[in-house]
């Protein structure tokens, strides 16, 4: 008797312990309602991203969706009017690739749901295992960062990434698109390209010929899979992993490889036309002297950061600040990710990443559009968002300057016309201890 009254002691405590963690760890911001009328946004610069700004423009949108915008909108009858006496207003710049909502503090293993057990694991989908009550979610989009491709990590195939859109009760809630791209990571044959000098690096050894011959193999044993629940359903075995694999041979979802050298880069291309799938490539370092190869298969890049050191002790320091831009002149498609630097606690930094590489040679309209069309174009989201226009998602912000500018305050958003609540950790910290400054002032 006395030990299950120690097991039913011990029980409650953990549960109570893990009821504790959970709420350490649960924002307080509450989602935003469904829209209830129209909201016409007047005497704004509305920056539509597919043209010039509209200055003294109007945006107006209802039931989630951009109904109209122009010098000359008349806001329809009933609608919420809100000044912005000038202020700006934009697309809600796109994350492409993250941890949000899978990983909280990364050195407390119980937060971090990114990565699974085995190598192959193609029927994880990421938006399953997403906290929509992570504080990372709020920090990340008082920054203008409202939409996130949030992916697992771990092993050869990882599963499959999902696009959020960072406001919502529910991981249902919260997601776009539940299946963007089957995460791959490719192996690779030789050690890390970066050596810190006076470092001595331990690589794990790989058989990148066993792993590519295992990716064979599931693509094939997909299709035989395939072909006999076609032939005779009730007789075959049902397979989670060949079932999820199903839109992925058939080329309804792309690849997501991440590969950096340019060996990596070639053998994925080339098992990308072998087995005829649409493939992304995260990273891309060599991308450039891979141009041709690329521009042939029209293999998009997603610039895993531009806010880091040079992958090989030769290279100029500012290799990877150049790289969007030089991507760009080879007549390849990217878009810029903050995931090289942080897959989840920097993502805020988001914009600052496309500004480094517009001072670094890119265009600066392309700079803009590599955080909100181009992601959403590699995606296969730009029917929805990336650019503002009639008929898209109401998913946009208002600023009082240019976002891609450290200086610049995030002053309203909306997702699908939802208003979102902007205060986060940082703000409240921010709130706390201006008040602490405040009170000592006035006992002096």
């Known amino acids: 008797m006395l030990r299950v009254q120690r097991q039913i002691q011990a029980t409650g405590l953990l549960l109570v312990m893990t009821l504790l963690s959970s709420a350490a760890f649960a924002s307080d911001q509450i989602p935003g309602a469904p ?5 016409a946004l007047v005497n704004g610069v509305i920056h539509p991203i597919i043209g010039p700004p509209i200055e003294d423009g109007t945006l107006v949108f209802d039931d989630g969706k951009i109904v109209d915008l122009g010098r000359r ?45 085995g190598s192959i694991n193609p029927n994880v989908r990421a938006h399953v295992g997403v906290n929509p009550d992570s504080e990372l979610i709020p920090v990340t989009r008082a920054n203008g960062v409202l939409i996130a491709v949030t992916a697992p990590s771990s092993g050869l195939v990882s599963g499959k990434a999902s696009v959020l859109q960072l406001d919502g009760w529910t991981n ?22 970066t050596h810190p000098p006076g470092t001595k690096t331990k690589t794990p050894k790989e058989d990148p010929h066993r792993a590519v011959k295992g990716l064979r193999e599931l693509f094939e044993n997909t299709r035989t899979y395939l072909e006999a629940r076609a032939a005779n359903p009730a007789d075959q075995p049902f397979d989670s992993r060949l079932d999820s694999m199903i839109p992925v041979v058939e080329g309804e979802i792309p690849l997501l490889i991440a590969a950096d050298r340019a060996s990596q880069i070639q053998a994925a291309v080339a098992f990308g036309v072998e087995q005829n799938v649409k493939i992304i490539l995260r990273g891309g370092h060599d991308a450039e002297s891979c141009a041709e190869l690329l521009r042939r298969y029209d293999v ?6 531009v806010h880091k050191d040079p992958r090989r002790n030769h290279e100029d320091y500012d290799s990877a ?8 002149l080879a007549g390849i498609r990217f878009c810029i990710s903050s995931t090289g630097r942080s897959e989840t606690w920097n993502t805020r930094n988001l914009p600052y990443q496309a500004a480094t590489a517009a001072a670094y040679g890119l265009p600066y309209e392309d700079a803009l559009r590599s955080v909100t069309l181009y992601p959403a174009e590699i995606l296969g989201i730009a029917d929805r968002v990336g650019s503002l226009e009639r008929g898209k998602d109401a998913t946009l912000f208002v600023s009082d300057g240019d976002p891609l500018e450290t200086e610049t305050q995030i002053n309203a958003a909306w997702i699908q016309g939802r208003k979102v609540d ?23």
Not at 84 to 91: D, F, I, S, T
Not at 321 to 328: D, G, I, K, Q
Not at 423 to 444: A, G
Request: with cysteine; glycine share 2%.
């Open 321 to 328: 600040y150049t790289l969007p831009n030089r991507l760009r």
């Open 73 to 117: 909108v008349k806001p329809p009858a009933g609608a919420e009017i809100i000044d912005l006496k000038g202020q700006h207003v934009y697309p809600s710049l796109i994350e492409s690739h993250s941890h949000l909502g899978l990983t909280e503090i990364s050195s407390t293993r119980a937060t971090l749901d990114m990565a699974e057990a």
């Open 300 to 305: 998009p890049v997603i610039v895993d950061a």
């Open 35 to 39: 829209q209830k009328k129209p909201i």
């Open 422 to 444: 902007l205060t986060s950790r940082h703000t409240q910290l921010y709130d706390k201890y201006s008040e602490k400054y405040r009170q000592l002032k006035n006992q002096r």
């Open 172 to 193: 249902e809630d919260m997601t776009l698109k539940p299946d963007c791209a089957l995460v791959i990571n490719w192996p690779r044959s030789s050690p890390s390209m």
